[in-house]
């Protein structure tokens, strides 16, 4: 939303926006002169005349200012239907989609495009959540929930996983995989994982091509972990789609975890499928450092660093496990679930994969959006992993000074407001870089 409230100023439109409490986002809005109003109140939408009122997923039917506009005749509209408005602006829209990743691979093309000299206007994923370019590319993240990435048709769709998620508005799996092949069909080319097996459906109009580690039309061979965690490979493309076949050694990420190899062969293949130029591709990955809430050193308490993740589904916990256990000793991985819908329907695949952890803590779940569910709440998980609670930021930061000493890292993982980090600004005993 805020990228999209940015990208409007840009282009001259009067644009002012409300949340419930302020954050780096509200104040970086602020300062471009687009007035943040804290709080949901019907009196927002009374201070300058309104055409549109722009909502996401996240708003609920008996939002004040939602049932202000309505009573006044003004225009709802969701996030996803001004996004593929704004998309239509542009000659060629890339839309990366997937249960996972979508961020980090969408921020790797937008880097590549840029390193290549296109001038890619790119919509989240990269570091303050849009780069404003020509009205020649258009490279935004396609989000799945609601269905909402189907308001978009691509030129080209990049499609990291599919993965059971959403269940509050997908009957099961099987439905979001025909959801995900509704959103292939309306891309000329469809860019997707050769090992993901629940992509293995997917086609796109025209082409389909894959990437994946150690097969695919673009894979990657000799991988090789780095000492800080990054990673080194060979680059090896299909000659029969690509016209020749070549293999480019040394690759670079310098950002851990092997996801984000897989990530950056998504980005690769994206910009194979458009010639840009290989060195430039090299050059962009490794010099690329990541985005916010994506394993990102945030700060730390003495030696001990915080570290932000946004990782929210079992699948994507495991990734920042497994991750973890290869960069640190001792780690502490605070979690806050976030919906109590999602922590219901994947219970089983929770309690899997946060048992794993050594030393965890379970933070009050974000709602987001729904009423309390009991037995689908933070309290509810962490009494069946006999682990800690704790229910308040005072409380959380009190507890991480006590024990960041005992630590090599501290990782704070959720989509929530804690992982934001802005809990830890006003306290006296953490350092920022």
């Given at each position: 939303?805020?990228?999209?409230?940015?990208?409007l100023?840009?282009?001259?439109?009067?644009?002012?926006?409300?949340?419930?409490?302020?954050?780096?986002?509200?104040?970086?809005?602020?300062?471009?002169?687009?007035?943040?109003?804290?709080?949901?109140?019907?009196?927002?939408?009374q201070?300058?005349?309104?055409?549109?009122?722009?909502?996401?997923?996240?708003?609920?039917?008996?939002?004040?200012?939602?049932?202000?506009?309505?009573?006044?005749?003004?225009?709802?509209?969701?996030?996803?239907?001004l996004?593929?408005?704004?998309?239509?602006?542009?000659?060629?829209?890339?839309?990366?989609?997937?249960?996972?990743?979508?961020?980090?691979?969408?921020?790797?093309?937008?880097?590549?495009?840029?390193?290549?000299?296109?001038?890619?206007?790119?919509?989240?994923?990269?570091?303050?959540n849009?780069?404003?370019?020509?009205?020649?590319?258009?490279?935004?993240e396609?989000?799945?929930?609601?269905?909402?990435?189907?308001?978009?048709?691509?030129?080209?769709?990049?499609?990291?996983?599919?993965?059971?998620?959403?269940?509050?508005?997908?009957?099961?799996?099987d439905?979001?995989?025909?959801?995900?092949?509704?959103?292939?069909?309306?891309?000329?080319?469809l860019?997707?994982?050769?090992?993901?097996?629940?992509?293995?459906?997917?086609?796109?109009?025209?082409?389909?091509?894959?990437?994946?580690?150690?097969?695919?039309?673009?894979?990657?061979?000799?991988?090789?972990?780095?000492?800080?965690g990054?990673?080194?490979?060979?680059?090896?493309?299909?000659?029969?789609?690509?016209?020749?076949?070549?293999?480019?050694?040394?690759?670079?990420?310098?950002?851990?975890?092997?996801?984000?190899?897989?990530?950056?062969?998504?980005?690769?293949?994206?910009?194979?499928?458009?010639?840009?130029?290989?060195?430039?591709?090299?050059?962009?990955?490794?010099?690329?450092?990541?985005?916010?809430?994506?394993?990102?050193?945030?700060?730390?308490?003495?030696?001990?660093?915080?570290?932000?993740?946004?990782?929210?589904?079992?699948?994507?916990?495991?990734?920042?496990?497994?991750?973890?256990?290869?960069?640190?000793?001792?780690?502490?991985?605070?979690?806050?679930?976030?919906?109590?819908?999602?922590?219901?329907?994947?219970?089983?695949?929770?309690?899997?994969?946060?048992?794993?952890?050594?030393?965890?803590?379970?933070?009050?779940?974000?709602a987001?959006?729904?009423?309390?569910?009991?037995?689908?709440?933070?309290?509810?998980?962490?009494?069946?992993?006999?682990?800690k609670?704790?229910?308040?930021?005072?409380?959380?930061?009190?507890?991480?000074?006590?024990?960041?000493g005992?630590?090599?890292?501290?990782?704070?993982?959720?989509?929530?407001?804690?992982?934001?980090?802005?809990?830890?600004?006003?306290?006296?005993?953490?350092?920022?870089?």
């Amino acid at each position: 939303m805020s990228a999209l409230a940015k990208l409007l100023r840009q282009q001259g439109r009067l644009v002012a926006g409300s949340d419930v409490v302020a954050s780096a986002i509200t104040r970086e809005l602020s300062a471009l002169g687009i007035p943040v109003y804290l709080g949901h109140s019907a009196e927002n939408l009374q201070h300058e005349p309104v055409d549109y009122l722009v909502i996401n997923g996240a708003i609920s039917d008996d939002n004040p200012e939602l049932l202000y506009a309505q009573k006044k005749g003004i225009k709802v509209i969701y996030r996803e239907t001004l996004l593929a408005q704004i998309a239509r602006k542009y000659q060629r829209v890339i839309a990366v989609a997937g249960c996972h990743g979508k961020s980090s691979t969408t921020a790797m093309i937008g880097a590549i495009f840029q390193q290549a000299g296109q001038q890619p206007t790119v919509h989240n994923g990269v570091q303050n959540n849009l780069v404003i370019g020509s009205k020649q590319w258009f490279i935004t993240e396609a989000c799945e929930f609601r269905k909402s990435f189907l308001k978009l048709k691509p030129s080209i769709a990049v499609v990291t996983n599919v993965d059971a998620d959403h269940l509050d508005c997908y009957r099961d799996l099987d439905d979001i995989k025909k959801c995900f092949l509704q959103f292939a069909q309306q891309s000329n080319i469809l860019i997707k994982s050769a090992t993901d097996p629940n992509s293995f459906h997917l086609r796109g109009k025209q082409q389909t091509i894959t990437f994946g580690i150690d097969y695919g039309d673009v894979h990657a061979k000799n991988l090789k972990q780095l000492p800080q965690g990054g990673y080194q490979f060979d680059l090896v493309v299909n000659p029969k789609i690509f016209g020749t076949y070549y293999a480019i050694p040394n690759f670079l990420i310098q950002i851990p975890g092997i996801h984000n190899v897989v990530n950056a062969l998504g980005a690769i293949t994206c910009a194979l499928v458009q010639h840009l130029d290989l060195f430039a591709i090299r050059k962009a990955l490794a010099e690329y450092k990541g985005i916010a809430r994506r394993f990102q050193l945030f700060a730390k308490v003495g030696a001990t660093p915080i570290i932000l993740d946004y990782a929210h589904h079992p699948r994507e916990l495991l990734t920042t496990i497994q991750t973890a256990e290869n960069l640190y000793a001792r780690y502490l991985i605070v979690f806050q679930p976030h919906t109590y819908t999602r922590t219901l329907s994947l219970w089983d695949d929770f309690l899997q994969v946060l048992g794993r952890v050594p030393n965890l803590v379970l933070f009050k779940t974000y709602a987001a959006r729904g009423k309390t569910i009991i037995g689908g709440r933070a309290l509810d998980l962490s009494r069946a992993l006999k682990v800690k609670y704790i229910a308040t930021t005072e409380k959380l930061a009190e507890y991480l000074h006590e024990q960041a000493g005992n630590y090599d890292a501290i990782i704070l993982c959720g989509a929530g407001d804690v992982v934001s980090g802005e809990f830890l600004r006003n306290t006296s005993f953490v350092t920022f870089d």
